[in-house]
């Protein structure tokens, strides 16, 4: 009978330590699986905030050290006042939320628009006028005199004519931009002013007749003069009027230019257990208009505030620092990459949002994650595609192998489906805040739209804007940051194996991609160079979650595994091509 008795309680005994194993890998699985981070952002981001702050910000023709720049960086401190952040200066060490104004002097003035009107002589509506082409004064022109200058407009048609062609007191007319010929024209020509015009194709000038795209002039103290940029209407206006004779324009010019200070500003929000790492979000003050990138401040002061938001109701811990930027694109990120060499060496990520609430049923184009370098920027096929803004071709030795891509592009396609919400990508071609990040060995991508049929024009204006995309950018965007701050070996090993499906769809892609290059006379030779670039670089790419871990062991047998598959799949891929 005891032994029976022994025999039950046994028994007994390990079905019960079998459950509490069970239970015991149960939780464990529970510890392990990320946090749903959408359930908690979601009904939080709105779009209010941002929308509201890109109708402040939109209003102002924005110059570094300008009334309007100026105006917008302090809105942007009220608002995280508001929202809990603390003043550096005010603060103390148990102040996990906290911003600084940064102040520098200009090197050289700043510059405000005020008023311009073009108007041929013996017409009355004005061929121009600044209260509906708020572009067409060029950054840098000087005022004129109250009453405006009259003189005949020459139109220079081929500038190989132009050192041949009297130009002085003259206005002349281009049809290119005025940058590029200012002192020939107006220093060394001696024309009091330049007309010009230059907007691209893909603005679709003689569909948007009014658009004009901003242009600039040297800063020229000696001769003080001025440039207007053109519509296509004006610009159709002015030919047709030539075309029947000698024609004479009144400019006024209304404008300041003064000495100024540069604003740059910069919230933290302090990581608890490893506050020297942040991800970096960037995003640009300056520009005149509503997407391009009153969006982007927008969407980056309603993350901030969120972000207080869920720490004070203790809905998220950040490990790591979260950092915001606002200021002057490219400056004042290249100055915080590089003016403090230790923070910078901690900066594991960066991203810049520039033009982020589009409309696009009005815009076109759209929301487009533009990648750290990878072989699509030197081979440019099948659905990848440089925007019409252009990209050059790149080398290998440029490339910056990185999970973030694949990661940030899985993020925002899961928003996308959530709200069918349009997502896709491009390849690497700079030209914002990503570039600073970048050059400094720092993983960045760029969150943009594009093609934007009124990029850089004076129709750029918060009716473009649509609060359903200022919110899908900002929620996906904060899912991704929060991922990242607290990522770690479980965080890891989902991403290594996200990339490993992402690295064996692309090259089953390129080797169709290839065969069809096989059948147009293109060389094997490129087409095996261009699927090895790929399994290198995703092989790469997944070495680099190393560094969410302290203890790599931790990760490193789910690394060789993936990498291992990669391998096998391009060996077969260039097998099958060499065949």
């Keep these: 009978m005891l032994k029976k008795y022994t025999i039950v309680a046994l028994s007994v005994f390990i079905l019960a330590s079998c459950k509490s194993k069970q239970a015991a890998l149960e939780t464990v699985k529970k510890e392990q699986k990320s946090p749903d981070y959408h359930n ?10 941002a929308y509201k702050t890109t109708a402040f910000v939109e209003q102002y023709w924005r110059v570094v050290g300008n009334t309007g720049f100026n105006k917008s960086i302090y809105y942007i401190a009220e608002e995280l006042e508001k929202a809990g952040y603390v003043l ?17 002097a200009l090197k050289q003035p700043t510059w ?51 050192k041949n062609t009297d130009v002085k007191g003259k206005i002349v007319f281009i049809e290119s931009s ?79 230019i003064y000495a100024s200070e540069e604003l740059t500003i910069v919230a933290d929000i302090k990581g608890s257990t490893l506050p020297k790492e942040r991800l970096v979000f960037s995003a640009h003050v300056q520009e005149p208009g509503a997407n391009d990138n009153a969006t982007g401040v927008g969407v980056a002061l309603e993350m901030a505030t969120i972000t207080a938001k869920l720490i004070k109701n203790k809905t998220f811990t950040p490990k790591r620092t979260l950092t915001f930027l606002w200021g002057d694109e490219i400056v004042s990120t290249r100055r915080y990459v590089q ?24 815009t076109g184009g759209s929301f487009l994650i533009e990648k750290m370098p990878d072989p699509s920027a030197v081979w440019t096929r099948g659905n990848d595609k440089h925007t019409e803004w252009g990209g050059m071709k790149m080398s290998l030795s440029q490339m910056k192998p990185h999970y973030l891509n694949d990661f940030l592009i899985g993020k925002f396609k899961a928003q996308g489906k959530r709200a069918n919400w349009e997502v896709n990508t491009n390849p690497f071609e700079g030209g914002s805040d990503h570039v600073p990040f970048l050059s400094a060995d720092i993983p960045s991508v760029l969150f943009w739209h594009f093609t934007d049929q009124f990029y850089h024009t004076d129709n750029d204006r ?17 899912i991704s940051a929060y991922e990242l701050l607290n990522a770690d070996e479980h965080t890891a090993k989902t991403i290594i194996k996200n990339i490993e499906t992402a690295a064996i769809a692309r090259l089953d892609k390129e080797f ?68």
């Design 40 to 49: 908690s952002i979601n009904p939080e981001f709105t779009g209010d905030l």
């Design 462 to 478: 918060l009716d473009k804007v649509s609060i359903t995309t200022l919110k899908n950018v900002g929620t996906a965007s904060l």
């Design 339 to 362: 003016e403090d060499k230790t923070r910078a060496k901690d900066i594991k990520w960066g991203i810049s949002l520039d033009m982020v609430g589009e409309n696009t049923a009005i």
């Design 178 to 256: 005025p940058r590029r010929f200012f002192n020939a024209i107006v220093e060394q020509g001696g024309a009091v002013g330049i007309l010009s015009y230059s907007n691209p194709k893909y603005l679709q000038p003689e569909k948007n007749t009014t658009s004009i795209q901003f242009r600039s002039i040297p800063l020229n103290k000696n001769v003080k003069s001025w440039a207007i940029a053109m519509s296509y209407q004006a610009k159709e206006r002015l030919k047709a009027k030539l075309n029947k004779g000698k024609v004479t324009l009144n400019v006024k010019v209304d404008t300041k």
């Design 88 to 104: 550096e200066d005010k603060a103390t060490a148990t102040d996990i939320l906290t911003y600084r104004v940064e102040k520098r």
């Design 112 to 162: 405000e628009s005020i008023d311009a009107k073009v108007t041929i002589e013996g017409e009355v509506i004005p061929l121009l006028q600044h209260a509906t082409n708020r572009n067409m004064l060029a950054i840098n022109s000087y005022s004129t005199p109250k009453e405006g200058i009259t003189a005949e407009v020459i139109h220079i048609k081929d500038f190989k004519y132009l």
């Design 512 to 579: 169709k991609q290839s065969n069809l290059a096989l059948e147009n006379g293109e060389k094997l030779k490129t087409q095996i160079e261009i699927l090895n670039a790929w399994e290198d670089w995703y092989n790469k790419a997944i070495e680099t979650t190393k560094d969410m871990v302290n203890d790599t062991t931790l990760i490193t047998t789910t690394i060789e595994k993936a990498q291992s598959n990669i391998k096998t799949k391009a060996k077969y891929y260039i097998n099958a091509i060499s065949l």
